[in-house]
């Protein structure tokens, strides 16, 4: 198993596993901030939690979207 990791691993050159490594970090990163943003936005400007995950929600959304459009158009534009 070990040497299947190390030949994926030399397949790819080390600035694509530098991405992977700067994408992991910062989608956990974002993952993670999501709780006490909620609780600043209730406290900063006196709303309820369901204000706040409606925004948040709207985010996501906003985000899951603008990923598929950017996926969708890499693969229409034949960007490999």
Do not use: H
């Not at 994926?8 to 050159?13: D, R, S």
């Not at 600035?15 to 609780?39: C, H, K, Q």
């Not at 906003?62 to 598929?68: L, M, P, Q, V």
């Amino acid at each position: 198993m070990l040497n299947k990791f190390k030949s994926t691993y030399n397949e790819f050159p080390p600035r694509f596993w530098i991405l992977v490594v700067a994408s992991f970090v910062d989608r956990v990163g974002g993952t993670l901030i999501f709780p006490f943003f909620a609780l600043y936005i209730t406290q900063k400007f006196n709303v309820g939690m369901t204000q706040a995950g409606v925004l948040i929600g709207i985010f996501s959304f906003s985000d899951y979207w603008a990923t598929c459009w950017v996926a969708r158009w890499l693969i229409v534009s034949g960007a490999r």
